[in-house]
């Protein structure tokens, strides 16, 4: 049996993770990049706290002994569901069994011009992309000798106050207060203003009530102006609209406020619900005799969860792992069993010795402060690829919590890492695309 595997994320991963080495079955595992992303600490990149390389793993380094799993490193363009091909950048692939597993990307409601002037993080250049823009508007406002123009360089708002909104805004208020007054003497970071952002009441809005206010409080303490009930509805660069009439006037838009899904060409759009691609209850495509979809973008309406699964590593993995063990049945001749997620609960960390966690199993528990802060830490450890990228990872987080440093703020300002152009003209780039989408858009 020849099974495609499209995305090496936590849910494509597992999956291949499951097959390896099974008699029978031959796996080809696409990615667009070398390596599995760690998504959960991308906010650490984003603020200097860790390398990029300590939250990635090398897919092939994951399977350099497998007899039956091959790698392509290219990006999947549509899938040919009459003839059962994958087509590739780099070729064309056939399949018996083909799984989706390409995950989300950030949702910006169709606003262009949000899209290319605010900075999201789904993926680890991303991460590293908000990193360089953070630092560099600090540089940039040492230059900027009006008090009101400065401010817009050192105000950051997010909008989205979900785990990612709230975890990078409580990292951004620490970075405040530790290191950026040591970096940056001439800057009066009292100025710099740090808004959280959610159209929904309350921060961690899908955590408990207790979890939520907890987080609140603490966001409070960390001097963070949370404005819920508040929807962006524009951005120009600098001023970011409210729909409510208001303005804050900023350089960085961070955008955390919604994802949808990576579904590729020729999947039609009636098996497309909210961004998710609908499977029944063994993650089978709805009306294909044989495509899956898994993780984030699958969505899956069972007892439990009627609406679909939440977008999560552990709903991803474990969909994962599941799938395995069916087409391992499905080989043996047996009959698949039905997939239902066993929820044992959620958490997150807002900054130093502050978190919250809701335990569902093995009883139900919450928990805050210090507590549920070494929680999030040792569960997010263990959860990582590699035991030296762990190993890294916590003698990062030893260090910054002696030292009340984030040491990693290498940050590019002429060159862009990802490109042979300038800073200066990729901003032009944007603008020059920002206006004319603007213009289409009338
Ligand atoms: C900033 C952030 C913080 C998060 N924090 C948490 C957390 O604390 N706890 C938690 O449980 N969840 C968290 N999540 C959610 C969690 O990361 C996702 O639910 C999980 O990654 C979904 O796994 P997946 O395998 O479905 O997709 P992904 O992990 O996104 O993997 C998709 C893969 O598909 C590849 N791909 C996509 N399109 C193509 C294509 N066309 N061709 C080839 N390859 C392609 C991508 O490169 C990627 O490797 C967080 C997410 C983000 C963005």
Same mark, same amino acid.
């Given at each position: 049996?020849?099974?495609?595997?499209?995305?090496?994320?936590?849910?494509?991963?597992?999956?291949?993770?499951?097959?390896?080495?099974?008699?029978?079955?031959?796996?080809?595992? *696409?990615?667009?990049?070398?390596?599995?992303?760690?998504?959960?600490?991308?906010?650490? /990149?984003?603020?200097?706290?860790?390398?990029?390389?300590?939250?990635?793993?090398?897919?092939?380094?994951?399977?350099?002994?497998?007899?039956?799993?091959?790698?392509?490193?290219?990006?999947?363009?549509?899938?040919?569901?009459?003839?059962?091909?994958?087509?590739?950048?780099?070729?064309?692939?056939?399949?018996?069994?083909?799984?989706?597993?390409?995950?989300?990307?950030?949702?910006?409601?169709?606003?262009?011009?949000?899209?290319?002037?605010?900075?999201?993080?789904?993926?680890?250049?991303?991460?590293?992309?908000?990193?360089?823009?953070?630092?560099?508007?600090?540089?940039?406002?040492?230059?900027?000798?009006?008090?009101?123009?400065?401010?817009?360089?050192?105000?950051? /708002?997010?909008?989205?106050?979900?785990?990612?909104?709230?975890?990078?805004?409580?990292?951004?208020?620490?970075?405040?207060?530790?290191?950026?007054?040591?970096?940056?003497?001439?800057?009066?970071?009292?100025?710099?203003?740090?808004?959280?952002?959610?159209?929904?009441?309350?921060?961690?809005?899908?955590?408990?009530?207790?979890?939520?206010?907890?987080?609140?409080?603490?966001?409070?303490?960390?001097? *963070?102006?949370?404005?819920?009930?508040?929807? /962006?509805?524009?951005?120009?660069?600098?001023?970011?609209?409210?729909?409510?009439?208001?303005?804050?006037?900023?350089?960085?838009?961070?955008?955390?406020?919604?994802?949808?899904?990576?579904?590729?060409?020729?999947?039609?759009?009636?098996?497309? *619900?909210?961004?998710?691609?609908?499977?029944?209850?063994?993650?089978?495509?709805?009306?294909?005799?044989?495509?899956?979809?898994?993780?984030?973008?699958?969505?899956?309406?069972?007892?439990?969860?009627?609406?679909?699964?939440?977008?999560?590593?552990?709903?991803?993995?474990?969909?994962?792992?599941?799938?395995?063990?069916?087409?391992?049945?499905?080989?043996?001749?047996?009959?698949?069993?039905?997939?239902?997620?066993?929820?044992?609960?959620?958490?997150?960390?807002?900054?130093?010795?502050?978190?919250?966690?809701?335990?569902?199993?093995?009883?139900?528990?919450?928990?805050?402060?210090?507590?549920?802060?070494?929680?999030?830490?040792?569960?997010?450890?263990?959860?990582?690829?590699?035991?030296?990228?762990?190993?890294?990872?916590?003698?990062?987080?030893?260090?910054?919590?002696?030292?009340?440093?984030?040491?990693?703020?290498?940050?590019?300002?002429?060159?862009?890492?990802?490109?042979?152009?300038?800073?200066?003209?990729?901003?032009?780039?944007?603008?020059?695309?920002?206006?004319?989408?603007?213009?289409?858009?009338?």
């Amino acid at each position: 049996m020849k099974v495609i595997i499209i995305g090496a994320g936590f849910a494509g991963l597992d999956l291949a993770q499951k097959l390896n080495n099974r008699e029978g079955i031959e796996v080809l595992l *696409i990615d667009k990049v070398t390596y599995h992303q760690f998504q959960p600490l991308f906010y650490q /990149v984003a603020t200097s706290a860790l390398e990029p390389s300590s939250i990635s793993f090398p897919i092939r380094k994951v399977f350099q002994r497998s007899r039956n799993i091959r790698i392509r490193i290219t990006r999947v363009q549509a899938i040919r569901r009459a003839q059962n091909i994958v087509e590739t950048d780099t070729g064309s692939y056939p399949y018996d069994v083909l799984v989706i597993a390409t995950g989300a990307d950030t949702n910006y409601f169709g606003n262009e011009k949000l899209a290319s002037l605010a900075l999201p993080m789904k993926s680890t250049l991303e991460a590293v992309k908000l990193k360089n823009r953070i630092i560099n508007n600090f540089e940039d406002a040492l230059e900027v000798a009006d008090p009101m123009e400065r401010k817009k360089y050192l105000t950051i /708002v997010i909008a989205g106050a979900g785990p990612t909104g709230v975890e990078l805004a409580g990292a951004i208020s620490e970075m405040r207060k530790n290191m950026l007054p040591k970096d940056y003497p001439e800057l009066d970071f009292r100025m710099m203003d740090i808004y959280l952002l959610d159209g929904l009441e309350k921060p961690l809005f899908n955590m408990s009530p207790q979890s939520s206010g907890d987080a609140s409080q603490y966001l409070n303490e960390l001097g *963070i102006i949370q404005k819920m009930k508040t929807i /962006v509805k524009d951005y120009d660069g600098e001023n970011v609209m409210l729909a409510d009439g208001g303005v804050i006037k900023s350089k960085t838009l961070i955008w955390a406020a919604g994802v949808k899904g990576n579904v590729p060409a020729g999947i039609e759009p009636e098996l497309v *619900i909210k961004g998710r691609i609908r499977v029944d209850r063994f993650n089978k495509v709805i009306g294909t005799p044989n495509i899956y979809a898994i993780g984030d973008i699958a969505t899956m309406e069972t007892p439990l969860y009627p609406k679909g699964h939440p977008q999560l590593a552990s709903v991803a993995k474990s969909q994962g792992k599941f799938l395995g063990r069916n087409l391992i049945r499905y080989t043996m001749g047996e009959p698949m069993e039905e997939y239902e997620f066993e929820n044992k609960g959620s958490m997150a960390t807002i900054a130093r010795g502050r978190g919250v966690v809701d335990m569902e199993k093995p009883f139900k528990m919450h928990l805050n402060g210090v507590l549920a802060w070494m929680t999030w830490m040792l569960l997010h450890a263990s959860l990582l690829h590699g035991g030296k990228n762990r190993v890294i990872v916590f003698v990062n987080w030893l260090y910054k919590l002696f030292s009340f440093d984030q040491t990693l703020r290498l940050a590019e300002r002429y060159y862009s890492l990802l490109s042979d152009k300038t800073i200066e003209e990729i901003k032009s780039e944007d603008c020059r695309e920002a206006e004319e989408n603007s213009k289409a858009q009338m």
